[in-house]
Structure formats: structure tokens, C-alpha cells
């Protein structure tokens, strides 16, 4: 198979098996109704006057209304900008917008805002877990990204040979955030919580099987934007194990968290 035809391979495949964990859900759960979309009346609720402000920590930052990811990241200075682009490069364009729709869902569906993002960069780890620690899973997610971004540095140290780098300091680092990306997925029910998860076990673990879960999960709560992602995921990381993937999943459904 070659490697344009073993991409392709893998983003049908999660297609699939994004339209098959729908109707299992919808079997498993008779509670539940239809799969949301954003569209949806079982999806989150549409603001009829989005907020214009949020706390982090005890930083208050403006939502300046951006239309778009890329828009928001044109206004912004260089070292801004690209913190921004490697944050949604790891989630392979999950925290990105474009449009005031997707916009509105995510912030009704737990994630950062951009400002936000940017805002958290001024607190101290200390500041950032007391947040989380207090119930915030949006935070608590913030604070797990943290934690899985120092682990993959202090690895990359290790594995240049960098005695700084010790095993110690990189097993509290990742439990740590698998610890609070399991705290966010949970208190957050949402879509922001299960990408999170899958991200931080993705970077500890060096599989891609766990992001890919979340994607098939972030659908089946109702993320519109599933299907650009599952396609970004195959080009970047065609071969990946498909019963992982499922093992990962299994995690991830609310009724088992």
C-alpha cells in the first residue's frame, strides 16, 4: 500500500468508525437521543449573547469577537502567534475556529478562548493547578497541556542525553497530567475534556491511537469539525492500530469515566 493510498485508508476508516460509535452509543444508551450537532437541539445550547470576558485565574481578559482562529492570529505579535499555532498544531486544529458558529460551540462546549490561552501563560503552575484544584475543568485541562508540553521537553532532554532530564521529574510530570486531563474530561463532560485526555496520553505514550479516540468521542458529543480533523490526523499519522483506537475509546464514554 502506498502512502497516499495508506492515508486515505486511515481517514475512511475513522469516518467509519465515527458513524459506527454513533449508533453503538445510541444502542448502549437508550436515554439518549439522536448524536448531537451543533445544529442540533440536543447539542449545547446556542448563546444567544456570548460572553465578552473571562477570568483566568485572577487575570480578566476581553473576547474581542474574532470571526476566526486565523483572524485572531493576524492582530497578534510574533511570539504570541506562533505559541498559538503549536498549541493547535498538538491538537491538530481542534482548538481552532472558522466561523462565529464554531466559535460559539466551543465556547459553549468548554474550551479556552485564544485570549485565554495566551492569558495562562502569566501564571505560575502553582496558580494554574489552585484553579483547577477548585473545580475549574477548563483550567484543569489548561493545566494537563501544561504538564504534557513539559513532559515532552524533558524527554527530548533525556533522549539528547541531558542529565537534567531526570526519570523522576518526567513520572511526576506525566502523572501529573494524565491526572488533570482526567480531572477535565470528567468535570467538563465536554468535547474540550476528551481531546485533552487523548492528547496527553498521545504525547506520553508516543502513539497517536488516543487522539484519534477523541476524535471519534469529540463527534459523538457534537463537534462540528470532527470530520477536517480525522483528515488532518491521516495525513500526519497514517498507521495507527485500529483496535487501540477502540481500547482508547473505551475510556472516554461518559457511562465508564
Not at 523522576?168 to 481531546?195: H, I, K, N, P
Not at 463537534?223 to 495525513?235: C, F, G, S
Request: with cysteine; hydrophobic share 40%; net charge negative.
Amino acid at each position: 500500500m502506498n502512502k497516499r493510498l495508506a492515508k486515505l485508508t486511515l481517514g475512511v476508516i475513522l469516518m467509519v468508525l465515527a458513524t459506527a460509535c454513533s449508533t453503538k452509543d445510541e444502542q448502549f444508551d437508550s436515554s439518549t437521543t439522536e448524536r448531537s450537532s451543533w445544529s442540533d437541539t440536543t447539542a449545547v445550547p446556542r448563546p444567544a449573547n456570548p460572553p465578552t470576558s473571562a477570568v483566568i485565574g485572577s487575570h480578566a481578559t476581553a473576547l474581542n469577537g474574532s470571526d476566526s482562529w486565523d483572524e485572531f492570529l493576524a492582530r497578534q505579535a510574533g511570539q504570541e502567534r506562533e505559541y498559538l499555532i503549536q498549541l493547535d498544531r498538538r491538537y491538530f486544529g481542534a482548538l481552532s475556529f472558522s466561523s462565529v458558529d464554531e466559535r460559539n460551540y466551543m465556547m459553549h462546549a468548554g474550551f479556552p478562548t485564544p485570549e485565554e490561552w495566551l492569558a495562562a501563560i502569566d501564571l505560575t503552575d502553582a496558580q494554574l493547578r489552585e484553579k483547577a484544584d477548585a473545580g475549574d475543568a477548563k483550567l484543569a485541562g489548561m493545566f494537563a497541556d501544561r504538564m504534557a508540553e513539559r513532559f515532552r521537553s524533558l524527554h527530548e532532554l533525556s533522549q539528547a542525553g541531558d542529565s537534567s532530564a531526570a526519570e523522576t521529574d518526567r513520572a511526576l510530570v506525566a502523572t501529573l497530567a494524565v491526572s488533570y486531563a482526567t480531572q477535565a474530561m470528567r468535570g467538563d463532560r465536554g468535547a474540550f475534556g476528551v481531546y485533552v485526555e487523548g492528547m496527553v496520553k498521545s504525547s506520553i505514550l508516543g502513539t497517536w491511537e488516543p487522539m484519534s479516540a477523541a476524535m471519534l468521542e469529540a463527534d459523538r458529543l457534537g463537534d462540528p469539525r470532527v470530520r477536517k480533523l480525522i483528515l488532518e490526523m491521516a495525513t500526519r499519522h497514517p498507521r495507527q492500530d485500529i483496535g487501540t483506537i477502540f481500547s482508547s475509546l473505551e475510556g472516554m464514554h461518559p457511562t465508564r469515566r
